[in-house]
């Protein structure tokens, strides 16, 4: 079980659950990254969980009801735990503008990488549905003052970024490319080559660079 997956666990508290509510959880976990949420339906759950669609429905009035008992401890916990976790780095890092890129692009894609079910599924319910879209940028206003700031203070110290270039504008051109080339190697072609994977980080990070440095 990945990293993300593991925190899920102790986020949700599974080992004060009953046995067949874990079980239900985890595997509604296992479908909805593998095939969506809305094409995974209940009788998956329960043939994967082993548990009858009864037990299911005793246990959550409805399958949105279980992907919010997923969804919620993942946007309340990813953003400020990894969030915060990756900025230290980010300052530890140091380094010319190039440098500071890279380090962040394989930060990122290798962190979505390692935990690619529990970033599909928040992926695809961002691009999927309004409700979850909102919990996301809700949670990312509350926290974008501790650490995007200071993320952003990072790459300006480097006095190499163009002057018309904002917060917003790096965050649209780095999370957009990382996050694209992240759902296409990993669901749409998987790619497991390194070689593969790295030769395209270095093109969106000259991607990322051309667009942000100054001339």
């Avoid at 009953?18 to 009788?43: C, D, E, N, R, W």
């Avoid at 009801?65 to 140091?94: C, R, S, W």
């Avoid at 926290?143 to 904002?166: C, G, I, M, P």
């Avoid at 190697?185 to 000259?206: N, T």
């Amino acid at each position: 079980m990945n990293r993300v997956f593991e925190d899920v666990d102790n986020w949700l508290n599974l080992k004060q659950m009953p046995k067949g509510k874990q079980k239900v959880i985890k595997a509604a976990m296992t479908l909805f990254s593998q095939y969506g949420y809305h094409a995974t339906s209940t009788a998956m759950i329960s043939e994967e969980s082993q548990m009858s669609q009864a037990t299911i429905f005793k246990y959550f009035e409805s399958k949105e009801a279980l992907l919010l008992v997923i969804i919620k401890p993942m946007i309340e916990h990813v953003l400020p735990t990894y969030g915060q976790d990756f900025v230290a780095e980010i300052k530890n890092n140091g380094g010319d503008l190039e440098e500071l890129v890279h380090f962040m692009a394989y930060d990122r894609f290798y962190f979505l990488k390692q935990n690619k079910d529990a970033a599909m599924i928040l992926i695809t319910q961002v691009l999927n549905d309004d409700s979850t879209r909102n919990m996301l940028l809700e949670k990312i206003e509350l926290f974008k003052k501790t650490f995007a700031n200071e993320l952003w203070s990072v790459l300006q110290d480097t006095d190499e970024l163009r002057d018309d270039v904002t917060l917003e504008d790096f965050i649209h051109v780095f999370v957009g490319q990382i996050v694209f080339y992240f759902v296409q190697s990993q669901r749409l072609i998987v790619v497991d080559d390194e070689k593969i994977i790295e030769k395209q980080l270095d093109k969106i990070i000259q991607n990322v660079i051309l667009a942000i440095r100054k001339q």
